[in-house]
């Protein structure tokens, strides 16, 4: 499992510890994902290159705007989308019904 994470994002950008608690969470589910974190401008090449690698989830982190640039590279393959609400609306989440709260 690889998780994009912006750390650009909404809610995201106003923690410091953000990338440590999620991965703390995940192992807590007894996950351990790789934490990619990258600004809004480096999400297209993270997925490009978490795509070619093994693994069938990708995990969005970020708001809306990189939930659908992620979610534009998964559709249509065989990995599984993840979504971390971290953006300031979070339209994708609240229309899916996702907890906004990690």
Same mark, same amino acid.
């Given at each position: 499992?690889?998780?994009?994470?912006?750390?650009?994002?909404?809610?995201?950008?106003?923690?410091?510890?953000?990338?440590?608690?999620?991965?703390?969470?995940?192992?807590?589910?007894?996950?351990?994902?790789?934490?990619?974190?990258?600004?809004?401008?480096?999400?297209?090449?993270?997925?490009?290159?978490?795509?070619?690698?093994?693994?069938?989830?990708?995990?969005?982190?970020? $708001?809306? $705007?990189?939930?659908?640039?992620?979610?534009?590279?998964?559709?249509?393959?065989?990995?599984?989308?993840?979504?971390?609400?971290?953006?300031?609306?979070?339209?994708?989440?609240?229309?899916?019904?996702?907890?906004?709260?990690?």
């Amino acid at each position: 499992m690889i998780v994009i994470l912006n750390h650009r994002a909404g809610t995201a950008a106003k923690s410091r510890d953000l990338q440590s608690r999620i991965a703390q969470l995940f192992r807590a589910a007894g996950a351990n994902p790789e934490i990619i974190a990258v600004s809004g401008k480096d999400i297209t090449a993270a997925v490009k290159q978490a795509m070619s690698r093994p693994g069938n989830t990708l995990v969005a982190g970020g $708001g809306d $705007g990189t939930v659908s640039t992620i979610a534009a590279n998964v559709a249509g393959t065989e990995k599984t989308l993840g979504v971390l609400p971290l953006g300031t609306l979070n339209h994708f989440a609240r229309d899916l019904h996702l907890p906004l709260n990690l």
